[in-house]
């Protein structure tokens, strides 16, 4: 079975400090796929990134990063530079299935709060 | 442009009165799901559909039905709705192929049975 863990239920800090999200994963398979998600006071999912298990590398894109860890099955994300408009509830995901992309499990969300 | 849509987007209704969610997306995707997002739970999947007459179980399939007759709409049907269906329920496609695609979700349809 598959299973995402984040630990961290709420976060709160001071506009412009870094923020690290982590996102702990449980899988059997040998391939599989990590997603994050971000889902704003609006209510909406909004696609952050995919990342496969074959990839390793580190990933940037703006003020965001990515750290992507097999040895300890984490996919942890970090905000540099925080502002407002990043408060947000966010989710780690993992694919799986029997076919390897039909199921997306979830984690539990960490709620992100900008403090101005 | 490229979205997916449900109606309703609210619903309040009682015990027992059977009601449907539609879910409609415009991209041609073949993978579509539904999920639930409750407190503290996260998003939950209820049901997926790879193709056209193709879905199967979620995690969380106990008290709904989908059917999936054409390509474009995957409706989420509620037989008969108990007040531990309230929640919000997201729709959600995607391309399908040997690796998962990022999933596009609708608004939401937050659901209320009393």
């Known amino acids: 079975a598959q299973k995402v863990t984040q630990a961290q239920t709420e976060i709160s800090v001071v506009e412009k400090e870094d923020v690290t999200l982590d996102c702990v994963y449980e899988t059997r398979d040998t391939t599989y796929y990590l997603f994050w998600y971000k889902q704003p006071p609006s209510g909406e999912l909004v696609f952050l990134i995919r990342?496969?298990?074959?990839?390793?590398q580190n990933e940037i894109s703006g003020r965001y990063s990515w750290n992507f860890q097999k040895s300890t099955s984490s996919f942890n994300f970090t905000i540099t530079a925080s502002q407002v408009v990043d408060s947000a509830v966010y989710f780690c995901a993992l694919s799986g299935g029997n076919f390897g992309n039909e199921k997306l499990t979830f984690g539990t969300g960490t709620r992100l709060t900008i403090i101005p | 442009e490229a979205q997916v849509t449900q109606n309703p987007r609210y619903l309040i209704t009682v015990t027992g009165k059977k009601l449907t969610v539609t879910c409609s997306q415009n991209m041609n995707h073949e993978y579509m799901s539904w999920y639930r997002q409750d407190p503290g739970l996260g998003l939950r999947q209820i049901y997926y559909s790879m193709n056209v007459e193709v879905t199967d179980k979620g995690d969380v399939p106990e008290g709904y039905k989908v059917s999936r007759k054409e390509k474009r709409n995957f409706p989420l049907i509620l037989e008969s709705p108990s007040p531990n269906q309230t929640s919000l329920y997201f729709c959600?496609?995607?391309?399908?192929?040997?690796?998962?695609?990022?999933?596009?979700f609708g608004p939401g349809t937050r659901l209320t049975v009393t």
């Open positions: 990342r496969n298990s074959f990839d390793e």
């Open positions: 959600a496609s995607s391309f399908s192929g040997t690796s998962p695609y990022e999933q596009y």
